[in-house]
């Protein structure tokens, strides 16, 4: 009897001898990781303590950054409470407002040892961040590509269907906005709720905060033009249009107001949060919408996945005000940039010199890989021919909510590269990997795409070139602040946006609302903002000539 107790007793004093040899091995492995923070102006997704991938690139790096993203505020009221507290974290996104509350180090004054993030863009393209000082004070987190650049996600706006309802119509063509409509009509009143009898949602719109562009900006891309975002430019004249005043501009907010009063407009969606439109659209019940597929697609593809709800995947349609528009939806892939913002790297951090390692050794083609396919022979396989792609177990295990929390280490929005890995074969990320996007679609989608005789979601909408050097120009109008005229006057006319148009797409009397908000809209004086807009327009194409 006193053996075994002296046996078990044993056992547990090696199993504490174990425990505490490994915490001191931690201990030891950790302590010289350097440890950030980031704030993001946008909600995200927290990742759970000891997330594998992140422990890779901390061991491979040294270092590591806590994300902090956007809760419970807008982002405008987060970016002023750092500003009115003058506590910052390590890293910031953000632009002008920050810089003007002097928050934000020099950048470029640093970068030389750092040649991950010096030579992340050409010479003339960091040009264009260099703000009345000469310094650069943020680095853009998307759109910068290196070498190949597939196109097969559309990730920007567009009017965005189920399949189902295209099934159940037999896949027609439809290209204009009133088709599109009538028949989420027919489909609607032929399917009032889903399989679970749940009522279904024809048309639901995003309003929440900056992200009411769902809701004004269609006008430009009903005309066939592209996304600029604040105006319309005439390539052939070379001129600044207003859009909000269009003739098209007028009569789709009159179609969505006899929308509305058909029952088919979600009458949720003026005052819905973001958070709640997502879990709207991950229930299914949303037969179409506005939208930029990254504001919606990396949220509820995965939950629609799991749930196994059959057609309630989403297709891009080339919708247009009427027949024969050459549609603009979608630009060629290139460096789309927004110089507006970016990540910063501000006051208060204490290491600045391994702050600017730390995003340099994140733009490394070992961490890139890391970051967006995983582990090789756990997150995907390498062919003979050293093609990337994922089995569907693989495949599952991303979609699965819990294994992206523990394993999954993106670090969205530092900056990353897009394009191509130095072997040319390999897209950055598997969701532009020709291939491995579409095997990655679920069954719905693949067999919309083929009716269609499309494999890809620009397939369904078409391509085209860059505009032009302008392009694009709300790159401009996102720089401007309070402080300017143009700039009070940019604030106004979006809050008469944002106050009128719910109103007008509501109101029992069209033409009278119409009226009254184009007069309030007149009334900010947006002939000093088209000004603007037109001298930064012609100051863009002469710096290339």
């Known amino acids: 009897m006193k053996k075994r107790v002296f046996s078990v007793l044993t056992v547990l004093f090696l199993l504490v001898f174990v425990m505490v040899g490994i915490r001191i091995q931690n201990s030891r492995t950790h302590k010289n990781i350097r440890n950030y923070t980031a704030f993001f102006n946008v909600p995200g997704q927290s990742r759970d303590a000891g997330n594998e991938i992140k422990e890779i690139i901390a061991e491979k790096t040294g270092a590591q950054c806590e994300e902090i993203w956007l809760m419970g505020q807008t982002a405008d009221e987060a970016i002023s409470s750092y500003i009115a507290s003058g506590e910052y974290p390590d890293f910031i996104s953000g632009g002008m407002e920050l810089l003007d509350a002097g928050a934000l180090i020099p950048i470029d004054t640093y970068w030389d040892d750092y040649p991950n993030i010096k030579n ?10 260099r703000q009345e000082d000469g310094h650069i004070y943020w680095i853009p987190q998307f759109g910068v590509v290196k070498g190949e650049s597939s196109d097969v996600i559309h990730e920007g706006e567009a009017f965005w269907i189920q399949t189902r309802v295209l099934k159940w119509a037999g896949y027609p063509k439809i290209t204009t906005v009133n088709a599109y409509f009538a028949l989420l009509e027919e489909y609607y009143k032929a399917n009032p709720v889903t399989e679970s009898g749940d009522p279904n949602i024809p048309f639901t719109i995003l309003c929440d905060d900056w992200r009411y562009f769902c809701l004004e900006n269609p006008p430009q891309f009903l005309d066939g033009y592209p996304n600029d975002g604040c105006c319309i430019v005439d390539p052939v004249g070379q001129k600044v249009i207003d859009y909000n005043v ?3 501009a007028k009569r789709y907010f009159q179609l969505l107001n006899e929308e509305y009063h058909k029952g088919v407009i979600d009458p949720e969606s003026f005052v819905q949060t973001y958070r709640e439109y997502l879990n709207k659209l991950a229930t299914g019940r ?3 919408m506005v939208d930029q597929w990254w504001q919606f697609a990396y949220d509820i593809n995965d939950v629609l996945q799991t749930q196994d709800i059959e057609g309630c995947g989403y297709v891009p349609l080339p919708i247009t005000i009427d027949e024969g528009i050459q549609n603009q939806w979608h630009v060629k892939r290139g460096n789309e940039i927004n110089t507006s913002e970016g990540i910063a790297i501000t006051v208060n951090c204490a290491d600045i010199p391994g702050a600017m390692q730390f995003l340099n050794d994140l733009m490394d083609e070992e961490i890139m890989m890391l970051r967006f396919w995983g582990i090789e022979n756990v997150d995907y396989q390498v062919d003979e021919e050293g093609k990337f792609y994922r089995t569907q177990e693989q495949r599952s295990k991303l979609a699965d909510p819990a294994q992206k929390s523990a394993h999954f280490c993106s670090y969205a929005y530092l900056p990353r590269w897009e394009g191509s890995f130095d072997d040319g ?10 291939s491995e996007f579409f095997a990655g679609l679920p069954e719905d989608i693949r067999e919309c795409l083929a009716a269609y005789d499309c494999k890809t979601y620009v397939e369904m909408l078409g391509t085209n070139e860059e505009p032009g050097p302008w392009y694009p120009m709300y790159s401009f109008t996102d720089t401007l602040t309070a402080d300017t005229k143009v700039g009070q006057v940019k604030i106004q006319t979006d809050m008469i946006k944002h106050q009128y148009l719910p109103q007008v797409i509501m109101a029992e009397d069209f033409d009278t609302m119409w009226d009254i908000y184009m007069q309030q809209y007149a009334d900010c004086e947006p002939e000093i903002l088209l000004d ?12 290339t000539e």
Do not use: H
């Open 246 to 248: 269009s003739t098209t």
């Open 120 to 129: 992340y863009m050409t010479e003339k393209e960091w040009d264009l961040f």
């Open 286 to 288: 949303v037969l179409g």
């Open 532 to 543: 603007a807009l037109q001298t930064e327009l012609t100051r863009r194409i002469e710096n």
């Open 425 to 434: 074969i390999n897209a950055f990320s598997p969701e532009y990997q020709p």
